[in-house]
């Protein structure tokens, strides 16, 4: 019980925090049309129409470490994802993610990051993707290249992010678990690049080199 308060806490001092700067630059026309690193974003999978989820909810196989889906649902607070530097390197603060960039993804309510190893997903057989660590710490296979076409990550854009330790892609095929998450899809690894592993950044928070947030959409 202290675990889901705390996590919400989190969550509604984070999305405070922005739409109180959101405020304060209302009306400024910044044109930004990348992602940034300290942006606070959803992640919908392009092929399943799907957004990246995670919970306070550990698998019951594999890892058993706090599990990864995907939602139906737009406007769940559990998929909400900062996008942050690589343990060994440094992303300043509003600084536009470059294409092949190696960065963390944190999961925003519960301070884990995206994570992958080498066990098998549940119901495909996959690679198992995870949300790992505490409070943003957590270790070597937590990163992830981001894979676009141009210089930047533009907003726009369906990329892909392939995991730096074990060379697999962030990926949803359709499958669906039963209780306790009901209609969530398995997200997990694949080998090979395809269609369903394209990722398209929909609501969220862009943060600027001069600290302003720009909000896109839902918040």
Known sequence: MQAVIMGQLRVISVLLDFIL????????????????????????????????????????????????????????ANSYWRIRENPNGIC???????????IRITHLKTGRN???HHFSSPLSNNQEVSAFGENGQGDDLDVWAVQCSGIFWERDDAVRFKHVGTEV???ITGEQYGHPIRGQREVHGMSLPNHHNYWKVMEGVFIQP???PVQHDEL
Do not use: W
């Open 21 to 76: 700067l959101s405020a304060m630059c209302a009306g400024r026309d910044v044109d930004s049309s990348y992602v940034t690193c300290g942006s606070l974003v959803k992640l919908m999978n392009t092929r399943h129409s799907v957004r990246l989820h995670s919970h306070d909810v550990k698998y019951g196989s594999g890892s058993g470490q706090q599990s990864v889906t995907g939602v139906d649902s737009a406007d769940d």
């Open 92 to 102: 300043q603060r509003g600084e536009p993610i470059r294409c092949n960039q190696a």
């Open 114 to 116: 995206l994570h992958s």
């Open 169 to 171: 892609f962030l990926s």
């Open 210 to 212: 001069s600290n302003d």
